[in-house]
């Protein structure tokens, strides 16, 4: 008798086939669902950022007309709750000699000046902080650099609705140092944020420049804000 051995090569082939889709379906669809565990949905916030290259701050008469000074405003205006720690602000500012990266992605701090009662150079405050007294007290200045729970980046400072967060500006300067527009006080959480000292006219940090902000939810790696802002 003799044997025939024609018909199993083509059924090999077919189960081997079979085994390699298999295996590739395997894989693509643990990678799909590794991805789709690890993407965190952004929050939904609607929020506004004012920019200032010279506002009066620190006026309290008839103690003084307080100085000048460039700041930043963030207002939380509708929307879910931000923990801070979990945004990135980034900031580009770009005049006649190119552009100028910034930012804040954690609780970054910065000091005073000697000459400024209320935060002189060996006292601290965060690059940007909140400013609610009822939540937090006018513990705002620290003697540490460690931290505090109102600033950007700290676990206890959370932006909710109706919450306003900026810089330490109505801190650099005294009630009575009466500066003109014209010559601001330097603001460090400012020069910080943008990268620039914005108070130095050579910056050309002034009104009706530009300037692009994005704030990032950096778990999901989205941008919940991200706006040219007309610099005031």
């Not at 003697?143 to 967060?165: Q, Y």
Request: one cysteine or more.
């Amino acid at each position: 008798m003799k044997r025939k051995d024609d018909a199993v090569s083509p059924v090999v082939g077919v189960l081997l086939m079979l085994v390699v889709c298999l295996i590739i379906a395997a894989v693509v669809s643990g990678f799909a669902g590794g991805l789709a565990g690890g993407t965190e949905a952004p929050p939904s916030a609607s929020l506004d950022v004012d920019i200032y290259s010279s506002i009066n701050a620190g006026a309290m008469p008839p103690w003084g007309d307080g100085y000048y000074v460039p700041d930043l405003v963030i207002k939380h205006l509708s929307g879910d709750t931000l923990p801070t720690k979990d945004l990135e602000i980034k900031t580009y500012f770009t005049n006649s000699t190119g552009t100028y990266k910034g930012g804040v992605s954690s609780e970054e701090t910065v000091a005073g000046d000697a000459a400024w009662t209320s935060f002189s150079a060996s006292e601290y405050c965060g690059v940007l902080y909140l400013n609610d007294q009822n939540r937090f007290g006018d513990d705002t200045i620290q003697d540490s650099d460690t931290g505090n729970d109102n600033w950007f980046g700290n676990v206890s400072a959370t932006l909710r609705p109706g919450d306003i967060m900026l810089t330490p500006g109505n801190f650099c300067g005294n009630y009575d140092d009466n500066d003109l527009p014209s010559a601001p006080h330097k603001n460090p959480g400012m020069d910080e944020l943008f990268g620039v000292e914005c108070s130095a006219s050579y910056t050309e940090f002034k009104p009706g420049s530009i300037a692009r902000i994005i704030i990032l939810h950096k778990p999901s790696g989205k941008a919940i804000y991200d706006k040219e802002v007309v610099i005031q």
